[in-house]
């Protein structure tokens, strides 16, 4: 079936280096999505804020402006690769797409710093073709708190009154809810009162690397009971690697211990594709052959069909 990836930031910096997703010279470009086997990628509208801002910009955005920036280059770039990739708003959409020999694009958004608590905002992502939104990044907002080294105290604190209103909103909207950067107090409000299944897009198993973005155990299970997946990230600081490496190996010791604790149905791929510093062994999204190659040694043929695009494709039907 092919890859679908749940995360990366390639649309950030197609814009402020002014690049085409055709040859971009990073981890993802049209070319690495054909050679690597991609089905669909979930390209991340991230927004930064705060010093995050003036690192990528040198100035700090209001983020509602950002978001619409940003979503205008997203367009330019599908429009300028309509002949190999396709927006999907649907799972149907990307095995229609499939059909016809395309590759499926996802809009999705890391930080929900731009709804700035205004429900009308929200239902213009949605019709803005934006599936799946990341409540949190590294900054509280309207929804709640993040889950960061640098923001311990706020692990406790869960969602805000608008967060509560918001899943039921993303709920009838068929938006995913993403719990990746989430407060952990957070995460278990999302899996009390979301009646549909969320994901940790870009998330880790923190009994392999003790790290306040990773998921415990029991989050897994959780995540699991509710229907939903995480997507194994590719950041050395979340598999547990050393010198700056993200090996292959590390990648898939973390697959095989979210299906240990909550089974095959719960893992997928969550890259964080340029959005990581480390080094890849496998360098760029043209070696995710190797992390297949790797995977077969531990799982079945099915098994790599449903971490690789299965699961995906189940919780977005779901919604």
């Given at each position: 079936?092919?890859?679908?990836?749940?995360?990366?930031?390639?649309?950030?910096?197609?814009?402020?280096?002014?690049?085409?997703?055709?040859?971009?010279?990073?981890?993802?470009?049209?070319?690495?999505?054909?050679?690597?086997?991609?089905?669909?990628?979930?390209?991340?509208?991230?927004?930064?804020?705060?010093?995050?801002?003036?690192?990528?910009?040198?100035?700090?955005?209001?983020?509602?402006?950002?978001?619409?920036?940003?979503?205008?280059?997203?367009?330019?770039?599908?429009?300028?690769?309509?002949?190999?990739?396709?927006?999907?708003?649907?799972?149907?959409?990307?095995?229609?797409?499939?059909?016809?020999?395309?590759?499926?694009?996802?809009?999705?958004?890391?930080?929900?710093?731009?709804?700035?608590?205004?429900?009308?905002?929200?239902?213009?992502?949605?019709?803005?073709?934006?599936?799946?939104?990341?409540?949190?990044?590294?900054?509280?907002?309207?929804?709640?708190?993040?889950?960061?080294?640098?923001?311990?105290?706020?692990?406790?604190?869960?969602?805000?009154?608008?967060?509560?209103?918001?899943?039921?909103?993303?709920?009838?909207?068929?938006?995913?809810?993403?719990?990746?950067?989430?407060?952990?107090?957070?995460?278990?409000?999302?899996?009390?009162?979301?009646?549909?299944?969320?994901?940790?897009?870009?998330?880790?198993?923190?009994?392999?690397?003790?790290?306040?973005?990773?998921?415990?155990?029991?989050?897994?299970?959780?995540?699991?009971?509710?229907?939903?997946?995480?997507?194994?990230?590719?950041?050395?600081?979340?598999?547990?690697?050393?010198?700056?490496?993200?090996?292959v190996d590390a990648i898939v010791r973390h697959m095989r211990l979210v299906v240990e604790k909550a089974g095959i149905d719960t893992v997928a791929f969550g890259s964080d594709f340029d959005?990581?510093?480390?080094?890849?062994?496998?360098?760029?999204?043209?070696?995710?052959?190797?992390?297949?190659?790797?995977?077969?040694?531990?799982?079945?043929?099915?098994?790599?069909?449903?971490?690789?695009?299965?699961?995906?494709?189940?919780?977005?039907?779901?919604?």
């Open positions: 079936m092919g890859i679908i990836d749940l995360h990366c930031d390639t649309i950030l910096y197609c814009f402020s280096d002014r690049k085409s997703l055709k040859d971009f010279y990073g981890h993802i470009s049209l070319k690495k999505l054909i050679s690597g086997g991609a089905l669909a990628q979930c390209f991340a509208l991230f927004i930064p804020t705060h010093d995050a801002a003036v690192r990528h910009f040198g100035k700090e955005w209001e983020p509602w402006e950002l978001y619409q920036t940003l979503l205008q280059c997203y367009r330019e770039q599908m429009a300028a690769c309509s002949d190999v990739i396709r927006p999907a708003l649907s799972a149907q959409d990307i095995l229609s797409n499939r059909q016809q020999g395309l590759l499926s694009s996802i809009l999705t958004v890391e930080d929900g710093v731009a709804v700035d608590g205004q429900h009308e905002r929200l239902k213009q992502m949605a019709a803005d073709g934006v599936r799946m939104l990341a409540l949190t990044w590294n900054y509280e907002n309207c929804f709640g708190y993040p889950n960061s080294p640098d923001s311990d105290a706020h692990t406790k604190l869960g969602l805000k009154p608008f967060g509560f209103e918001a899943i039921e909103q993303m709920n009838r909207l068929g938006m995913i809810i993403d719990v990746s950067h989430l407060s952990e107090k957070g995460f278990y409000d999302v899996a009390k009162h979301s009646r549909k299944p969320f994901v940790a897009s870009h998330s880790c198993c923190r009994a392999l690397k003790d790290h306040p973005r990773n998921l415990t155990d029991d989050q897994l299970r959780t995540l699991a009971d509710a229907g939903g997946v995480v997507g194994i990230n590719f950041y050395d600081v979340f598999l547990g690697d050393s010198n700056g490496l993200t090996t959005g990581i510093e480390s080094r890849l062994e496998f360098q760029d999204y043209s070696g995710m052959p190797r992390i297949l190659a790797a995977m077969e040694k531990h799982f079945t043929d099915d098994e790599i069909d449903k971490i690789s695009s299965g699961n995906f494709l189940r919780v977005f039907s779901a919604q």
